[in-house]
């Protein structure tokens, strides 16, 4: 031994979890839902697929490279971002689109704010909810090869029947990733084991959106309404995928089950009061702003100061 | 009022004991001069009371201690007394320090007649405590005998025994508690003798089975002492969560164990006050792991205090690799030591050599806002935030943000994924706020 040794502060030793792992993991479990979208809807939901992913992530490199940045993209949370995106696109959209979106989910939303951590509102929703003002007739057209007319819920907005069955493992019309409930379900089971996403805020949402139902719906303990109102839509991929976004939820416990039952009323109102059938987008876009007012009334109470059994 | 025998919050970092628990204590005599940092607890130095070329002998007094919040040090050899010079320990700090060369004749003072607990006084205790220069040996140093002398004596209800050693890869208190319970226990005895209502508990980490079977066994007969099991998590050995876990009561920053009506003392200090009361021998010696994958022959060893940090690491083989980083403690909240020529002071409980240096190799990334920092904060703080606001430097929104609640454990930075320093920077912001606190004052 020679010279000086390294000094630092404590702690001397670090958990083997790291930013990028998370990511991958979300990937990871995406791809069910990413599959099942392909499989299902055919070349064109591949190509969406690539086309958000790829512009997402050259969209990061060239903005740190022109503000001379170090690059994040090994991060992969523009990957994760570019897929969310692209589950979030009808499957016959043209391809020019995803590119739009998924440039505009990174430069703007994210990025220009401060990059990773500092975008106050999910960017693969904001890019969304971009696309769908901007490009209304192309995001609402869900016509595609597999599947013709509306989606289910806007066949029960109607007074229209839908095929719980069908919602439940898949079989609908609707965006790339949001109409198969299994493999959402199952993606999210694999999040949950490893513990990078709990059920704290896809639980006060479901339970309060159901609430919601049976309370203002007009139908009461309606089963079949209520399960197509839970299948369809981006609820489940909302519910577990989105809302649950580290970066745009609130931190503390207490500020994501209010968080939850915020999403749940406003989804609600969206889809019993509203003019489009969906809104589980806008309910969190509009969750998200106020999370900086959420996480101020939540603010916990330290050890010895009342928050210990907390 | 019974504890939940754990707390909210805390970690399960890689443990590392395997390696040294098995090792009983080994004596370890000093070969080259030895260092007495005037300051090695909290409060004011202690001043000396020998100089250059006395002769001192084994237990003599060298230094007395500076006031009520101070404690006194004592030779651990026979010697002379070679100069009086800053010194630098552990922290990095140089010390004013008493520098004696080893005759190697280990020549003792004479500590006078012993007599059982029971002919003690209160006084007399508290006395011999504090002439032996006892102070918490589990890191903060604070004089023993201050902790033992709160305001109202009657309304303590617990004095607990930190069994806990929660630090990864520390076996010291492991192997004190399997080799010497009953000095343990005795030492437990000589403080309850001081609080007339209070119980005593020996909290011990579940991970400990057989301390707790040797403690449960030998206390079979005493209902005034019970064991306490509790769940293995780190920090389960910070005083506040322990006091929680192992009594339900809460404490915050501004409170002192005793205004939950409880003493708390490390394993290795409450030997100490068995030593001082019932042996009249002064705090001379400490158990020390030294131990890391760098170590060649991890062990436990009884080092006089004073004793240099190289011969330390001789006794344990040398390195079998070249260590990253040294740490003095454990790798949660120890230091990190540049230089080995330090001497072992009364707080150092162990000697960490990591070949692999966690730290310099994660670069600290964007927070993401994970949360996971304030799932493990025991404080039940939100660590991430209060990063950022020690990066702006703004002390008020520190303060607001009950960032003095922080117990400085490591739990955030050792779990961030982000690999930030979070606990520095909590850390540094209370420095300066207390610096500020104490300016006012």
Same mark, same amino acid.
Request: net charge positive.
């Given at each position: ?310 | ?327 003095? &403690?454990?790798?949660?909240? &120890? ?35 994970? &949360? ?70």
């Amino acid at each position: 031994m020679s010279g000086l040794m390294k000094v630092s502060s404590n702690p001397h030793i670090r958990a083997a979890i790291t930013t990028n792992k998370i990511m991958l993991s979300v990937i990871i479990a995406l791809l069910p839902t990413t599959i099942f979208g392909v499989v299902n809807f055919g070349t064109n939901a591949l190509i969406l697929v690539l086309a958000t992913v790829a512009s997402a992530v050259l969209a990061e490199w060239c903005f740190c490279k022109i503000c001379k940045k170090k690059s994040t993209i090994g991060d992969l949370s523009a990957v994760v971002t570019g897929l969310l995106l692209a589950l979030n696109l009808p499957p016959s959209a043209p391809w020019w689109i995803a590119v739009i979106g998924g440039v505009f989910a990174i430069v703007v939303v994210k990025m220009l704010f401060g990059g990773l951590g500092q975008n106050f509102m999910n960017p693969a929703l904001g890019a969304r909810c971009f696309l769908l003002i901007s490009f209304t007739s192309i995001m609402t057209n869900f016509d595609c090869d597999a599947y013709t007319g509306a989606t289910p819920l806007a066949v029960l907005k109607e007074g229209g029947a839908v095929n719980v069955y069908d919602m439940v493992i898949g079989k609908t019309a609707g965006t790339i990733g949001e109409t198969s409930m299994v493999a959402i379900v199952l993606g999210a089971c694999f999040l949950i084991i490893l513990g990078v996403i709990d059920l704290r805020i896809p639980g006060t949402y479901i339970v309060s959106f159901v609430i919601f139902l049976v309370l203002f719906s007009g139908k009461g303990l309606d089963f079949h309404y209520i399960s197509a109102n839970l299948a369809g839509g981006g609820l489940m991929l909302g519910a577990f995928f989105m809302a649950t976004d580290y970066v745009t939820r609130p931190i503390t416990k207490k500020g994501q089950y209010v968080f939850g039952i915020l999403l749940g009323v406003l989804t609600g109102i969206f889809r019993v009061f509203g003019a489009s059938a969906e809104g589980v987008s806008y309910a969190i876009i509009i969750g998200n702003l106020l999370v900086p007012l959420i996480e101020k009334i939540t603010y916990p109470k330290a050890f010895g100061r009342g928050g210990e059994k907390s | 009022m019974a504890g939940k025998l754990t707390f909210s919050g805390g970690i399960h970092p890689y443990d590392g004991k395997d390696i040294s628990k098995d090792k009983p204590i080994k004596d370890v005599l000093p070969k080259g001069d030895l260092v007495y940092p005037l300051s090695q607890h909290i409060g004011a130095p202690a001043t000396p009371i020998v100089k250059k070329g006395d002769r001192v002998l084994v237990g003599q007094k060298i230094a007395e201690a500076g006031g009520f919040v101070s404690a006194p040090i004592y030779a651990t050899v026979s010697g002379t007394v070679k100069a009086i010079e800053p010194r630098r320990v552990v922290v990095g700090d140089n010390v004013n320090s008493i520098i004696v060369e080893n005759d190697g004749q280990y020549e003792e003072v004479d500590f006078g007649p012993c007599k059982p607990l029971e002919q003690h006084t209160k006084e007399e205790i508290i006395k011999k405590i504090q002439e032996a220069g006892v102070v918490g040996m589990g890191g903060a140093g604070f004089p023993t005998h201050v902790k033992l002398s709160p305001k109202e004596p009657d309304k303590i209800d617990y004095v607990i025994v930190n069994c806990a050693e929660c630090e990864p890869y520390l076996t010291s208190d492991y192997r004190r508690m399997i080799e010497e319970p009953e000095r343990v226990i005795g030492g437990l005895k000589c403080s309850l003798a001081l609080f007339d209502n209070a119980k005593g508990i020996l909290a011990v980490e579940d991970n400990k089975p057989d301390c707790i079977a040797k403690f449960k066994e030998l206390l079979k007969d005493e209902d005034r002492i019970m064991v306490k099991a509790l769940k293995t998590k780190y920090p389960q050995g910070a005083e506040r969560q322990l006091i929680y876990a192992s009594t339900g009561r809460a404490i915050n920053s501004d409170m002192l164990p005793s205004d939950a009506g409880c003493v708390v003392n490390n394993v290795d200090t409450v030997c100490a006050i068995y030593g001082a009361v019932l042996e009249n021998r002064p705090l001379m010696y400490r158990i020390v792991t030294v131990t890391g994958d760098a170590i060649a022959d991890p062990r436990n060893f009884r080092v006089r205090i004073g004793t240099n940090y190289h011969e330390l690491i001789e006794e344990a083989g040398g390195f079998k690799q070249e260590p990253a980083k040294i740490v003095s &403690g454990g790798p949660m909240m &120890g230091f990190g030591i540049f230089d080995l020529d330090v001497p072992t002071t009364k707080t150092a409980s162990a000697l960490l050599c990591l070949t692999k240096d966690d730290v310099s190799a994660c670069e600290p990334s964007a927070c993401i806002n994970c &949360g996971m920092c304030v799932e493990v904060c025991p404080g039940r703080v939100v660590p991430s935030r209060l990063g950022k606001v020690a990066e702006r430097g703004d002390k008020e929104a520190f303060v607001a943000m009950n960032g003095m609640e922080c117990c400085e454990c490591g739990c955030c930075s050792f779990i961030c994924p982000a690999k930030r320093p979070l606990t520095q920077q909590i850390k540094s912001m209370r420095k300066m706020v207390l610096e500020d606190r104490r300016k006012k004052k």
